[in-house]
C-alpha cells in the first residue's frame, strides 16, 4: 500500500508543482520559480528578483502571451533543474523555461520554437530581473571583443533620460558583472540573441519589474530560438576597481620627486572644469588607490608643490605655469599641459580644452578610452608624470562629428544628438555654441537650413550670439520643447519665422582634441521596450 502511494506521488508530483512556487538548492545558491518569475539567491542575498517573456502580436498590436508567473504551467523539478513548459495554442508555439543549480553557480535556459512560419512578432524576454536593492549605488562591468571594461557606476537614482522611463546602459552584451552591496554577480550569455541591459526603475510597471532588466529583443517569424546565461557570484570584499594598498602619483623634475597632494580647482571655474577635475581624481584612485583631494577654496593653504592646477585661474599664473598671451592661439578647445616648479598644469582655453587636457592626461598615463563599453585603466601602485611636460594643442578644425560602432562596442561624438556626460555632470547639448535661453531648441538640431540660414548661423555661432534669440520674430511665439520648432527664414534682408516639424541632423561644434576622446561626447539613451 505504501509502495502504491509512493509511485502515485512521484507520478503527479510535476502537476502539483504546478499550483505554487518551486525551488532548487545547491550549495550557496537557491533557484525558486514564482509569482514575480525567475528568483535566485546567493548565500541568502537576492541578486535576481524576477523575470517575464512577451510574445507581442505583429506591429505590438497587444500580444500572444505576456506573463511573469509560471506557476501554473506544467513544471517538473528533478534533482538540480526546474523545467516549465507552455504552449501558446493561438500560433502552434511552444517554449521551455529551464533552471540548473550546482554548487559553482546557476544556469537559465529559455527556448521559444514556433510550429509554423508566421508574421514577424516582437519577441521580449526579461530573462534576469536584478534588484536595485542590492546594486544600486554600485558599478559593472561588461565583456568586449577585447576582454572586460572597467567597472561603471550604476547610480542611486536612476539618471535622467529622454526617454520615457527607460535607461540602456549597455546594448549587445557579451557578459556583464554587477558589483552590489555584499554580492558580485557574474552574467555570461549563452544564447544566440544578444541581450540589453536596462535601469527599469521609473517604468510605469508592476512594482516589482521596476528594477534592472537583462532583456532579450527579437523578432519572432518561424523556427527555434534559444536565450541562455550562466550566473556566478562571490562575495565583495573591496570596491571594484580599487587595490588593495593606497599607492603613490608624483611629479618627477630636475632629479627631485614630489608626491602631488591636491587637484586645484578655482571655485569661480565652469562646473564641467570642476566635473573635469573630479574624473581625474577617479582615475587616479582607480590606478593607484590612494584618493588625492581636490581643492576648490583658497589656495593660501596649497603647498608650494605637488598640485595639479585644473583649468586657468590666478593661482596657478602666480606659479608661473602659463601666462593669457599663450592661450589667444588656442581658441576654447586647445589647451596646455605643462610640468614646471614642482606643479603641473591640466588647463583648456576653454572649459572644452580643459576637459580635453585631463583626458590627454589620463592617455599619458597609460590609460585608453576606446569605446562607451571599452575602457582600460591599468593598475599602478607607483605612477609618475616625468619632465620634460610642455604640450600645447588644438583641434585642426572646430567642426566636427564622427559616429561608429564594432559590435558590441561603441564610440560617438556629435554634441547635440546624444546626452552626454564628463564624469558624473550632464553637460550642455550644444557645447558648441552658447545655448539659447532656457527651454528654447536650436533651429538647426530641428529643420532643414537653405544656405542662406546656415551662413547665418555660423555667423551668430562665431560672434557668441543664439540664433534663436537674435534671429527671432518677437511677433511670434518664443520656440521651446513644448511647441513645434521654429527656424529663422531668410528673406533678402529681412528675418522671418516659420514653423516647422521636420526632425533635422546636423554636425555640431565639436568636443574632442583626440579620437579616444570621443567616447566622452555620447551617452547613449534608447526606446523604451514597448509592452
Known sequence: MHRWLCALWILVYPLSVAMGDVEVRRGDYEARLGANGLEVRYRGVPV??????????PGYAGAY???????????????????????????DAQFTHRTVVDKDGVEVLFTLQLGRPMESSPVELALLMFPPEEFAGGSYRVDSLYGQARPQPLPLEKPKTSAAGTQLIASSVRGITLYGRRVALAVENLGEVAPSFFDMRSRDFPQPERVYWLLYQWAATSGETTCGVRLQASAVTQPAGQTGKAGRFSL????????????????????????????????????????????EGESNGLPSQGVIYVGRSDPAKARTLYNDAEYEPLGSDGFILRLKGGNLLVAGGGYRGTTYAIYRLLERLGCRFYSTELEIVPSRPTLDIRAPVNLTDKPAF??????????????GLS?????????????????????????????????????????????????????????????????????????????????TQTPCTTPYTTATPGSSASASDARRGTK??????MR
Open 48 to 57: 535576481v528578483s524576477g523575470s517575464r517573456f512577451t510574445l507581442f502580436k
Open 65 to 91: 502571451f505576456s506573463q511573469a508567473d509560471f506557476t501554473g504551467l506544467t513544471t517538473q523539478v528533478k534533482d538540480d533543474r526546474i523545467t516549465v513548459t507552455g504552449r501558446i495554442t493561438e500560433i
Open 252 to 295: 618627477v623634475e630636475g632629479g627631485r620627486r614630489m608626491e602631488v597632494q591636491h587637484i586645484f580647482v578655482h571655485p569661480q571655474a565652469h562646473p564641467i572644469e570642476k566635473a573635469a577635475a573630479r574624473e581625474l581624481q577617479r582615475y587616479l584612485r582607480e590606478m593607484t588607490g590612494k584618493e588625492i583631494p581636490v581643492t
Open 398 to 411: 572646430e567642426w566636427r562629428a564622427m559616429w561608429g560602432r564594432i559590435y558590441p562596442m561603441t564610440a
Open 415 to 495: 554634441p547635440g544628438e546624444w546626452e552626454a556626460k564628463v564624469g558624473d555632470l550632464d553637460v550642455p547639448k550644444m557645447m558648441g555654441i552658447r545655448r539659447a535661453a532656457s527651454g528654447t531648441t536650436p533651429w538647426a538640431s530641428c529643420c532643414p537650413p537653405t544656405a542662406c540660414q546656415k551662413n547665418t548661423w555660423r555667423r551668430l555661432a562665431a560672434s557668441g550670439a543664439s540664433p534663436n534669440r537674435t534671429c527671432s520674430n518677437t511677433a511670434s511665439p518664443t520656440p521651446d520643447s513644448n511647441k513645434p520648432c521654429w527656424k529663422p527664414c531668410c528673406a533678402g534682408s529681412k528675418v
Open 524 to 529: 547613449s539613451t534608447a526606446a523604451s521596450p
